[in-house]
C-alpha cells in the first residue's frame, strides 16, 4: 500500500484528534482550589502545599510544593522536578536526602499530580517556561525556610527543564548545582523522526495546539516499576499511568523548542551540572525481563552525546543497569545513583 506524504497525515491526524481524548470534555465551573496553607500530604511524613500559579491558557492554575525537613537544623536543601506521565511518589528518595542532612522538597507541576484540576489535559503545556513559575515559587519557600544551599534535580522532561532554566536564567537561576536523572535532551527516534517529523508536528503545534498525538500501547516500563507486577513501586496509576496518554501538539512543540534552546545556550549555564544516565537502551513495547536492565524510554548514548555539551562545569556519569527513572532502579543500582549525586554535590560545595 501507498505511504501517504507526510503533510497528508498530519492534516489527517488533525481532523481525527479529538478520538484520542482519554476522557470526556470538562463541562463543570473552573473553580480552583485555593487553601495553600501547609497540610499533611499523601506519603507520611511528609507535607504539602498548592500554589496559586494564576490564570493559564485552559484556566485556572496551581501547582503544589512537598517537603520532609530535616530533624535538626540543616540549611541545605534539595529541590526535584518529575518527568512526564508522573508525579512526586517516591518516599524513600525523600528519606535519604533528609537522612544525609538535606531538606527535601519537590514539586508536582502544573496539570500534574497532585496539581492537576478537573477542567485540564493532564500534561498539557504551550511552553516550556511555563514551568519556571512552578520552579521558582517552590524556590521561594525552601529559602524562605532558611536554606542557603539549594541543589535542583530533574528527571526526564524534569531533567530537561531544569537544565533550561540554568540556560535561560544564567546566573540568576537561584540554584547552587543542578542533577538530572535520564533528562530529554534528546528524542528516542530515528534521524528523519527527529529532525523532519517532529519538528514539523511541532510547527503545527502552533495552529493546533490541543491537537493530539496517539503514543504506543505499551506496558514494559509500567510493569517494570509497578509492584503489582515485577517492579518494587506502589503509586496512583490515574496519575502516572501505566500506557502513556496522547500528547498535545503543542507539548510537542515546547519539548523541541526546549531542546533547541538549551543547546544553542548551553554555555550560558552558570552552576555545576550533572548529568546521569543509563549503561543501555532497551528496545520493545510489552514487558520482559530485559526492561529491568535499562533505559526502556531514550536512548543513553543521545543523552551522553548532548549532556557532554552542557554548562561549564559538567559531570555526565553512567549508571549500569539502570531504568529510565535511576532512583527506581533495583537496590544496588538506585544505591549507585545516590552516591553519585551525594558525591556531585559534595564535589561542588562552597
Known sequence: MRKLPLFIFLFLSVAF????????????????????????????????RYVNQGEAFDGPCRSTIIRKLTSRPSKKAFLYIHGFN???????????????????????????????????????????????????????????????DITLGGHSTGGLTVAFMGAMKGKDIGVDRIVTDSPFLEWNFNAFMRNVAAPTLGFLGKIFPNAKQKQGHCDGYAYSLLKEYYGEWTY?????????PPVTWSWVNAINSAQSRL???RENISVPILVMHSSRKIDGCNYTPEFQTGDAVLDPF?????????????????????????????KPVRE???????????????
Open 17 to 48: 484528534a479529538g478520538a484520542w481524548d482519554i476522557n470526556e470534555k470538562y463541562k463543570g465551573p473552573k473553580t480552583p482550589v485555593t487553601d495553600t496553607s501547609w497540610h499533611p500530604d499523601i506519603l507520611d511524613g511528609y507535607e504539602a
Open 86 to 148: 508522573d508525579y512526586f511518589f517516591q518516599a524513600e528518595m525523600g528519606e535519604r536526602f533528609v537522612d544525609s542532612g538535606y531538606n527535601f522538597y519537590a514539586v508536582d507541576l502544573r496539570r500534574y499530580g497532585r496539581s492537576k484540576e478537573p477542567w485540564q489535559y493532564p500534561f498539557n503545556i504551550r511552553k516550556q517556561e511555563e514551568y519556571f513559575a512552578d520552579i521558582d515559587s517552590a524556590l521561594v519557600q525552601i529559602r524562605r525556610d532558611g536554606n542557603t
Open 236 to 244: 496512583n496509576t490515574d496519575w502516572k499511568m501505566v500506557y502513556s
Open 263 to 265: 543547546m544553542k545556550k
Open 302 to 330: 543521545m543523552l551522553q552525546k548532548r549532556g557532554e555539551k552542557l554548562g561549564k562545569v559538567r559531570e555526565v556519569c553512567t549508571i549500569d543497569s539502570g531504568l529510565h527513572d535511576l532512583i527506581l532502579s533495583r
Open 336 to 350: 549507585a545513583a545516590y552516591d553519585t549525586i551525594f558525591s556531585f554535590i559534595r564535589r561542588h560545595s562552597k
